[in-house]
């Protein structure tokens, strides 16, 4: 079982404060709640226990609202005093993780049966894991190849196509699999354009497997406000 949620929510959310000007992306209203409630009450039902929040940019809004649990579960704060990237917010928040842990991109919400996505993950024994989704905004989303048995081959797709698979923002990961870096933890670095290449540089192996459910990514108003309607039904 996966027990441990680190959810990225550090990010300066440039292109929605128009929508949300006095809050964290995460925290933007939905039907007067955050959005980071609607994502934290999914992954409760899907057995997480302890949530790990990475946060910065207007943390306290974050901190001041949840405190130290949510509806009885666990939240711990991982405060970056400058902007660490995605990258250097997951680096942070896991480093004294010692099992299994999904990681959560804190402005989309994505319906992963975590099950499933474990049972694929130790089938392949993978030491990390997407969530994919399949999509035809190419020019919005890195579609990925994969291989029949789900080894992710290319982190953009070298095929000449209008529709494919996406990441997700979910990710299964072994403490193991961030062994493999030459970063430090405090160090900036983006999660899909350093780290990621990085990994698979070294020779490892990363898995992706598509999943149906609801995807909504509030980055941009006109999303979320179509995530308004997504979220109530």
């Given at each position: 079982?996966?027990?441990?949620?680190?959810?990225?929510?550090?990010?300066?959310?440039?292109?929605?404060?128009?929508?949300?000007?006095?809050?964290?992306?995460?925290?933007?209203?939905?039907?007067?709640?955050?959005?980071?409630?609607?994502?934290?009450?999914?992954?409760?039902?899907?057995?997480?226990?302890?949530?790990?929040?990475?946060?910065?940019?207007?943390?306290?809004?974050?901190?001041?609202?949840?405190?130290?649990?949510?509806?009885?579960?666990?939240?711990?704060?991982?405060?970056?005093?400058?902007?660490?990237?995605?990258?250097?917010?997951?680096?942070?928040?896991?480093?004294?993780?010692?099992?299994?842990?999904?990681?959560?991109?804190?402005?989309?919400?994505?319906?992963?049966?975590?099950?499933?996505?474990?049972?694929?993950?130790?089938?392949?024994?993978?030491?990390?894991?997407?969530?994919?989704?399949?999509?035809?905004?190419?020019?919005?989303?890195?579609?990925?190849?994969?291989?029949?048995?789900?080894?992710?081959?290319?982190?953009?797709?070298?095929?000449?196509?209008?529709?494919?698979?996406?990441?997700?923002?979910?990710?299964?990961?072994?403490?193991?699999?961030?062994?493999?870096?030459?970063?430090?933890?405090?160090?900036?670095?983006?999660?899909?354009?350093?780290?990621?290449?990085?990994?698979?540089?070294?020779?490892?192996?990363?898995?992706?497997?598509?999943?149906?459910?609801k995807f909504i990514d509030i980055g941009i108003?006109?999303?979320?406000?179509?995530?308004?309607?997504?979220?109530?039904?």
């Amino acid at each position: 079982m996966v027990s441990t949620a680190i959810i990225l929510a550090g990010g300066l959310g440039t292109r929605l404060r128009q929508v949300a000007p006095k809050v964290p992306k995460p925290m933007a209203p939905i039907n007067n709640r955050p959005f980071l409630e609607y994502q934290m009450d999914y992954w409760i039902k899907q057995g997480i226990v302890k949530f790990i929040l990475s946060v910065g940019y207007l943390k306290d809004v974050i901190i001041n609202h949840f405190g130290n649990s949510y509806k009885g579960i666990s939240i711990e704060y991982v405060e970056e005093s400058s902007p660490l990237g995605t990258g250097g917010g997951l680096l942070f928040a896991a480093k004294n993780l010692h099992e299994t842990f999904v990681v959560l991109n804190g402005d989309t919400f994505f319906e992963v049966n975590i099950n499933s996505l474990y049972k694929f993950h130790l089938k392949r024994s993978s030491n990390w894991t997407f969530a994919l989704f399949r999509s035809d905004e190419i020019d919005r989303y890195m579609f990925m190849d994969i291989d029949q048995k789900g080894e992710i081959v290319s982190l953009r797709s070298n095929n000449n196509v209008l529709s494919g698979l996406a990441n997700g923002g979910v990710y299964l990961i072994e403490p193991e699999a961030l062994r493999f870096f030459d970063y430090s933890i405090g160090d900036k670095v983006s999660l899909e354009n350093e780290l990621l290449p990085s990994y698979i540089a070294k020779g490892n192996a990363l898995y992706g497997q598509e999943c149906i459910g609801k995807f909504i990514d509030i980055g941009i108003p006109q999303d979320y406000y179509r995530s308004i309607s997504i979220l109530s039904d």
